[in-house]
Structure formats: C-alpha cells, structure tokens
C-alpha cells in the first residue's frame, strides 16, 4: 500500500493504519446467531475459500504466508478449504471474486486491502459484489474520531468507516490476554475481512476461532514416509485410492532433500477408523523395508542414542566405544573451552561432530558451552555442502570459526585468532592419504602450530562411517545420496562411477554413497 498517497497526512495515514490493523482484530460477533457460520447442504464439513488480495503478492514484492496459516487454523476446526486465489488491488476483479466464491462454499475469507489509501478497495468491492452501497457506519465512525480526535468526514481516516449496508462488526476478546478487543472486525454476509499483515491476522483469526467450530467436523490424518522412488510405488497408490473412493483421500509428495526418505505420503479422512484401517493398507501393499521412520530431531537423544550403542555389542558398538574413550580422554586433558572439531561438512567429520556432542553432553549435561567447531573453506565449494554447513550450525548451536588457505596456514590463523585452543578433533581414518602412520592422540608435527590432534576415528572404515550415521539418522551433505562418494570443492570432486547405473527406461543414474560396495573406490569423486 502506498502511505505517499497522502503526502500531507503521512503522519495520520501511518495512524490510520494503525486503526485499520486494529479494526481488524475480532474475536466475537455482536449477533451469534446470525453470524454463526452455515454449513453445506449435503451434510459434508462445511468449506472455505480464501481471498489474497495484494499487488505486492502478485509482484513477489512480498511472501504470501497467510494463506497457509488459514488453511491449517481451519482444518483444526473442521472446515475444508476448497481454493485459494490471489488477485490485484483492483475493484472489478475483486468484485467478480466474492460474488462467485461466496456462493460457493460456506465461509469466504479475505486477507489485505484495508486501509486509507486509493489501493484499499476491499470495501467497495465487496459493496459492489452484494450490490449494495456504501455508507458511513456509526460505531466506526466514532472509533476513528477516538482514534484521531475530530476528522473531517471526507479524510483519508474515514475511509476505515465506510463499509456495505449489511455490513457487521465482530467484536470479542484479545486470545493471548482474555481482555475486550476495543475494535473489530467486519463481516459480510459469510465474508470475513482480515487484515493483510500476517501477525496481526494471525491474532484476530485465533480470537475468531468459534465463528468456524462449530461444525463437529474432525479431520484425520496420518503420515507414513518411504525409502522409494515415487513412480515404484506409484501403481499401488493408485489402486488403494481406487479402493477408498471418497472415504480418504491419498497424497504423495517427493523429498528431495531427506537422506532417509523419498516421499510422504499423507492419508486424509474425517474417519478415525478409516485412517487408520488405510495405513494398515497402505502399509502392507508398500515394498517391504521401504517404510522408515522419520527422525525430526537427532540432536536431543544424542547422547542416550550413541551411548545405546556403544553397549550394543555389536562390531559397530564396539568401534563406537573405542572412539568414545578417546574422546573422553580429550575431555579428561582439555576443557571444552580447548577443544575445537575440525568440520567440513563431510561424512567422516559429520559422524565425529555427532560423537562429540554426544560425548559432551553426557560429560557436562547442564553445562552451557557450544561445540566449537573449525572450518577450513575451501575455493568453490559446492552450495549443497554451504547449506549444510549452515543447517549444521543451527542444528547443534555451534561457534563455528571459518579461516582460508591450507591446512598449515588456517591452524596459524587459528592459533592467533583463538589461543585458548590446545586440542582438534579430526574425522580422519587409516585409510587417508598419510594417516597410517598416526595415533587416537598425537601432537602436531615439528613445524607446524602446536597441537594436539585428537583422531577418534582412524580405525573406522567407510561402512563403518555410513552405517553410524544411517543406524541414528544423523543429517548428512545431500550430495551424498547423489553419487559422490568423496566430497572436496567443485573443481576437484565429481561423481563416483562405481555408483553409476542404467535404469529400466535408459536414463543413467547415481545410486547413493552408502551403497558403495569397494571401499577402495571411495576417492575415485576425486579428480
């Protein structure tokens, strides 16, 4: 909306928003009975659509998330939302839009142009929609000369008062404090008009609530994620949805960013009793192992998860124990303060972090230092492995420092930087180049900036490696799972070809680094 409209009430037109925002924060109709919401004829969930009405949402100058706040608020309360469009700040189409879509479904929801300014034309619209006049509404009028002190009655401020005859105002309570809301919000018929700033919507549609409760209706729902390439499964989900007809509804959605899962599949239904007796289905007619859970938080169960294992006695446990001591023993010699991970985002260095933290937490569970991590950037690297840098920093609170250059000139810069450190966790193993010769403990080489290396890792192999990290679901570069087996920067790295396969249709594909059966063909994604 443009407040330059008005140059010579810049000052007021900002306070008429203000107003605007506050006359949209109803909870409770004046009338109950006959603002309670009506429902379809044919005795199903009663159905909503919603209105974004904004240039800005239509220019990406600005992110539309209200619509999806409605869309899950409503379903919460029973009602089905049927369509969501999103038109201009122009009256016409506006118009056109309520006219239809409020004699389609049984609550019409509308998000934005409420305000002062030329581009604010919900009210007519709507006006023009009913074929009713607009007019200046008493009770609002009052609020705004409150609001502003005495206003001429053809100022901008007025606007906020000038709504369709058979318009009605919703007043109620504030949901965060239980307190009168002093404004509200107006409805037409079965038009409900929100604000369009997202919090200021979100408040009024949680005070709102009730006028769209009352219906009995529930939704149900369940989720179930798969291990599998959509179009293998695609033929069972078309038969079981043939099976079900109208009584749950099947939706199947790829994931192109989880290393555990391929697609969810979402089963919806206002039946308890037929949710569930279609995820027994759903769950049986699937490729056997190819339903996996999904793990949302690895981070939380850390410690309880890897200590698990370790006391598993299995020949993972055991090497998972063997890394454990030493870096408890790190912790016996250094503080946390002295103790940084050397993280680049690879897989090796992705388990170690996971170990650390788990290590940590058991040894300090109420302490409040972050895991202080050390990252040697690299030219050109490649943006999937940037962004799980990033989503890495979040997920375990790190204080990461980054430095450039080689591994000799980054430990230098460190040294001056953070001197307080005396001790790197490596993810590095026998098997990398140099490596055979080290210990779990071993200080620098002469020459180089003192300290000591911590190696935890070094008699892990690869499958040792991939099998930790599948076994907990810890989060790892997503370029793993696309052929490349062996991660440095974008000149020197490339897919592993021993995981290159043909498909039934022809088409040449990468199976994932964790399938790699060779050990040995581990650095051949290295040029």
């Known amino acids: 909306m443009l407040i330059l409209s008005f140059p010579k009430l810049s000052r007021a037109t900002v306070r008429v928003r203000r107003l605007a925002a506050h006359l949209c924060k109803a909870t409770m109709s004046l009338d109950r009975h006959s603002s309670s919401p009506s429902f379809a004829a044919n005795g199903d969930a009663p159905t909503a659509a919603i209105l974004i009405i904004g240039d800005e949402i239509l220019k990406g100058h600005t992110v539309d ?161 798969v291990d599998a390439d959509e179009a293998e499964i695609a033929p069972v989900l078309t038969k079981l949805q043939a099976g079900w007809g109208r009584k749950v509804a099947l939706g199947s959605y790829p994931d192109w960013l989880s290393n555990y899962h391929r697609v969810r599949l979402v089963l919806d239904s206002d039946s308890q009793a037929e949710v569930d007796k279609a995820r027994t289905q759903l769950l049986d007619e699937l490729p056997k192992g190819s339903v996996v859970p999904l793990v949302t938080d690895t981070v939380s169960i850390a410690t309880a998860e890897v200590y698990t294992l370790s006391n598993s006695g299995t020949p993972l446990g055991e090497k998972v124990t063997t890394a454990l001591k030493t870096i408890e023993a790190a912790l016996d010699q250094y503080s946390t303060e002295e103790v940084c991970v050397g993280f680049n985002g690879g897989k090796d260095c992705t388990a170690l972090l996971h170990l650390y933290y788990a290590a940590m937490k058991r040894r300090y569970p109420d302490g409040k230092d972050k895991v202080k991590a050390l990252y040697i950037r690299i030219v050109s690297p490649f943006t999937e492995m940037e962004r799980f840098l990033q989503d890495t920093i979040k997920r375990y609170d790190l204080e990461l420092f980054s430095v450039e250059g080689n591994i000799r000139q980054a430990l230098s810069d460190v040294q001056e930087r953070r001197p307080e450190l005396k001790a790197v966790l490596m993810g590095t193993r026998r098997s990398d180049p140099y490596s055979h010769t080290l210990t779990p403990m071993c200080p620098t080489d002469p020459g180089w900036p003192s300290y000591m290396r911590v190696n935890p890792l070094l008699d892990w192999t690869y499958h040792d490696i991939w099998s930790f990290l599948r076994t907990l679901y810890v989060p790892y570069c997503i370029l793993y799972d696309k052929g490349y087996t062996s991660l440095g920067s974008m000149d020197n790295t490339c897919r592993n070809t021993a995981l290159q396969v043909v498909d039934g249709r022809g088409v040449t594909r990468y199976r994932p680094a964790y399938l790699l059966e060779n050990e040995e063909e581990e650095r051949n994604s290295r040029a």
């Open 65 to 225: 998330t209200n619509s999806t706040f409605l869309t899950k608020a409503l379903r919460k309360l029973g009602v089905s939302v049927q369509r969501i469009t999103v038109i201009p700040d122009v009256q016409e189409l506006i118009a056109k839009e309520v006219t239809l879509l409020s004699s389609q479904y049984t609550h019409l929801i509308t998000s934005g142009g409420i305000g002062p300014t030329h581009d604010d034309v919900t009210f007519e619209s709507i006006a023009m929609a009913f074929q009713e006049e607009l007019h200046l509404h008493p009770e609002l009028a009052r609020l705004v000369e409150e609001f502003f002190g005495v206003v001429d009655k053809n100022s901008a401020a007025m606007k906020l008062a000038m709504v369709p005859h058979s318009a009605k105002l919703n007043y109620g309570t504030d949901p965060r404090t239980g307190q009168p809301l002093r404004y509200p919000l107006v409805s037409v018929r079965n038009v409900y008009i929100f604000p369009g700033i997202p919090s200021l919507m979100e408040r009024a549609f949680s005070g709102l609530e009730h006028l769209f409760a009352s219906s009995g209706t529930t939704f149900h729902s369940r989720e179930v994620f």
